[in-house]
Nanobody
């Protein structure tokens, strides 16, 4: 009943930039925190950045100063602007939302299907 759909991944050279988007759709009453996570081959999924409903942000040390998370509450969308990309940023990027949605309404966490980001050296 609630879906998250990511877009914006792709192949980029080291030092380049990409912007990821994730739109939530369906029966949604409210969205609290939203975030981006990534999973590289053979590694566990890790937090990249989160943003609260009022705009408070949190970043992994590895991306501080290079990535910026933002959201448009009117569009139920979260963004991740990635600059100065490095080969070690290569991973599948997933968005996540803690929301109240569906019918009957319930609080739960939803994940997108993931989008591949590949950074070549």
């Amino acid at each position: 009943q609630v879906q998250l759909v990511e877009s914006g991944g792709g192949l980029v050279q080291a030092g380049g930039s990409l912007r990821l988007s994730c739109a939530a759709s369906g029966i949604i009453f409210s969205i609290n925190a939203m975030g981006w996570y990534r999973q590289a081959p053979g590694k566990q999924r890790e937090l990249v950045a989160t943003i609260s409903s009022v705009g408070g942000t949190n970043y992994a040390d590895s991306v501080k100063g290079r990535f910026t998370i933002s959201r448009d509450n009117a569009k139920n969308t979260v963004y991740l602007q990635m600059t100065n990309l490095k080969p070690e940023d290569t991973a599948v990027y997933f968005c996540n939302a803690d929301l109240r949605g569906g019918w009957p309404p319930k609080d739960h966490s939803r994940w997108g299907q993931g989008t591949q980001v590949t950074v070549s050296s």
